[in-house]
């Protein structure tokens, strides 16, 4: 449980306590170390047949391809299908696909190409339901230490299966690393089954071409047009290309430039992992010491001078050491870019806007492979020489992308501005919204789309559309409304005030990000204070009007799930006075009611 001192900051380990996060992230362990296994033994089954560093190359292009043909369809669906039931079959058929590769080999290798095809199709749905779901599962200040060691379950665990890939493939055999595979996604498919995540699904499923085309276009609309995500995408494109570049050498520079054992290539890859998962540790504790942009550029730099002296050494031991480093430097860099991705993107767009950027990322990261394959008619020393000198710029891009560039000098502008904001009078007067107004609402919230035309009416005749300057207070800590409001174009910044006159829980929504539902609904003061930092309009909703959407149970899902994150990340203040309730009082919270009356909560002492 997390500490209940008010303004104090939880341990890196507290969110292991959360049991749906505890069972995820132990499947992702699990299910990692076995996908390590066959990563490698892949890898090394098709290089001992061929002898060729594009054909290992073509055995990772093959995990990449289904997420440039149906990669931003499947985010989607992610959108709109419940998420756990994704995550479970998505584990269940990868692990049935494994299971056959020792059989299908025997007939031809072409058959691996077609298992790994098939299984990265299913990926492209998995991965970024998992990555939606996850700020489901953790509040807000121990979402870097969740992501921290969701990346050591992701990929640090790749240690274990790496170093066990090379013994298991010269001693037992190396049919059995992909039988060992299959069992850990039945594992995994089980954890999932345990785990009691939100429910996601939209009973107005997306099917139709003209309907997927126009949820497809909002993502992708959304991930260009909001500056810091379009900043990670320059910059994380960089980055793929180096990587996909070295990835795919790794194996030739090993036994070429080297002249290592494959024992010695598994090593590599193990102690790799080995490093991410020590700065994944030390992430967990110390990831919101700096922004996540100024992390992006200290691991790409980092990764960038490690790999220069890696391209340059002939010492097998000295390589070692060097990729066990650069493992360390890319840890930073994975944590600071899911943060960038969930802090900066609405619940109901996260599996279309993650789908986006994977495909974008793996665009890239293909056109990256592909160069690698030029290592069979050019010294591998230059190609992986060229990798590190991408990962430098990316590091040096990081540095000036609006968004990205001295993030945290513009995060202090922001808590100056909060405190300078002035008390009342910043809101425009506002007018009523018109049928353009809930088309852009209901544009960044699909789940509203399904509302009947009484609460449409509802929404026209008793909302307002209000505009605020930067720097205006929208709303204040301690001060009582019976409103919430709907972002429709702009940004805020968001903080819960302490005593010292510093804030906590710092942050920042963006368009399609709603705020105040809970003040509105339980009548108790607010507990932040709201500043717009660039032009914004809201859409201020009644809480009566609230109330009659949360009848809808896609939306009553959303605003819910919101209320119960926002409160456990407040629970200082805002828990002990909701402790009480039952499901009484949360049924009660979907129930309209009349024109002007409260909700009855039992729990509530007042």
């Given at each position: 449980?997390?500490?209940?001192?008010?303004?104090?900051?939880?341990?890196?380990?507290?969110?292991?306590?959360?049991?749906?996060?505890?069972?995820?992230?132990?499947?992702?362990?699990?299910?990692?170390?076995?996908?390590?296994?066959?990563?490698?033994?892949?890898?090394?089954?098709?290089?001992?047949?061929?002898?060729?560093?594009?054909?290992?190359?073509?055995?990772?292009?093959a995990t990449v391809i289904p997420n440039l043909l149906i990669g931003l369809i499947a985010g989607v669906y992610v959108d709109r299908v419940d998420?756990?039931?994704?995550?479970?079959?998505?584990?269940?058929?990868?692990?049935?696909?494994?299971l056959l590769v020792p059989v299908l080999v025997a007939l031809h290798i072409a058959w691996l190409y077609v298992v790994i095809l098939l299984a990265s199709a299913i990926t492209t749905f998995f991965d970024p339901a998992f990555e939606a779901i996850l700020p489901e599962l953790a509040p807000d200040e121990e979402l870097g230490a969740a992501n921290a060691l969701m990346s050591i379950s992701s990929f640090g665990s790749n240690a274990i299966g790496f170093a066990a890939a090379g013994l298991i493939s010269s001693t037992i055999g190396i049919d059995w690393a992909f039988r060992i595979d299959a069992a850990t996604f039945v594992f995994s498919a089980g954890c999932v089954f345990l785990a009691r995540l939100p429910v996601t699904a939209m009973p107005d499923l997306a099917s139709s071409v003209s309907s997927v085309s126009s949820n497809l276009r909002t993502g992708l609309r959304y991930l260009f047009h909001t500056p810091i995500l379009r900043s990670l995408v320059v910059a994380m494109a960089i980055y793929a290309l180096g990587v996909g570049i070295w990835n795919s050498l790794l194996l030739p520079f090993s036994e070429r430039a080297l002249h290592a054992t494959e024992f010695e290539y598994s090593l590599q890859e193990g102690l790799t992992s080995v490093g991410f998962v020590a700065a994944s540790l030390l992430m967990a504790n110390y990831v919101d010491r700096l922004r996540e942009g100024q992390w992006l550029a200290l691991s790409f730099l980092a990764m960038g001078a490690t790999g220069i002296l890696y391209a340059s050494t002939s010492s097998v031991p000295f390589a070692i050491l060097l990729v066990m480093i650069s493992g360390f430097a890319n840890a930073p860099g994975n944590v600071g870019k899911r943060l960038i991705i969930q802090r900066h993107t609405p619940r109901d767009l996260r599996g279309r806007v993650n789908s986006a950027y994977f495909v974008q990322r793996d665009i890239v990261f293909l056109a990256g492979m592909g160069l690698a394959g030029l290592a069979d008619i050019v010294d591998v020393r230059y190609l992986v020489m060229m990798s590190a000198v991408l990962l430098v710029g990316a590091g040096l891009f990081a540095l000036v992308l609006p968004g990205l560039g001295q993030p945290a000098a513009a995060w202090r502008r922001s808590v100056?501005?909060?405190?300078?904001?002035?008390?009342?009078?910043?809101?425009?007067?506002?007018?009523?919204?018109?049928?353009?107004?809930?088309?852009?609402?209901?544009?960044?919230?699909?789940?509203?789309?399904?509302?009947?035309?009484r609460d449409r009416g509802a929404l026209l005749d008793r909302s307002l559309v209000r505009e605020a300057a930067p720097g205006v207070r929208i709303v204040s800590h301690g001060e009582t409304s019976r409103a919430a409001y709907f972002i429709l174009d702009g940004q805020v910044l968001v903080g819960h005030p302490r005593d010292d006159g510093s804030y906590r829980n710092l942050a920042t929504l963006v368009t399609?990000?709603?705020?105040?539902?809970?003040?509105?609904?339980?009548?108790?003061?607010?507990?932040?204070?709201?500043?717009?930092?660039?032009?914004?309009?809201?859409?201020?909703?009644?809480?009566?009007?609230?109330r009659g959407l949360m009848a809808n149970e896609a939306v009553s899902h959303i605003i819910l799930a919101t209320m119960s994150r926002r409160l456990t990340e407040r629970y200082a203040v805002d828990l002990p006075r909701l402790a009480g309730l039952g499901q009484e009082d949360l049924l009660d919270l979907r129930t309209p009611r009349a024109e002007g009356a409260a909700p009855v909560l039992q729990g509530d002492a007042t």
């Open positions: 449980m997390a500490s209940s001192v008010p303004g104090a900051r939880p341990g890196p380990f507290a969110v292991l306590r959360r049991r749906n996060f505890a069972l995820l992230w132990t499947g992702q362990l699990v299910s990692t170390i076995g996908s390590a296994l066959t990563s490698i033994a892949a890898g090394i089954l098709v290089y001992r047949l061929t002898g060729s560093a594009l054909s290992v190359a073509l055995t990772l292009m998420r756990k039931r994704i995550l479970m079959v998505s584990d269940l058929l990868r692990g049935l696909l494994v100056a501005m909060l405190r300078a904001a002035p008390a009342t009078g910043g809101l425009t007067v506002g007018r009523m919204p018109t049928l353009e107004d809930l088309d852009r609402m209901f544009g960044h919230l699909p789940a509203l789309q399904g509302l009947g035309d399609g990000d709603y705020f105040g539902e809970v003040a509105a609904i339980t009548g108790r003061p607010r507990t932040a204070d709201v500043v717009a930092t660039e032009p914004t309009t809201v859409l201020e909703v009644p809480a009566e009007v609230l």
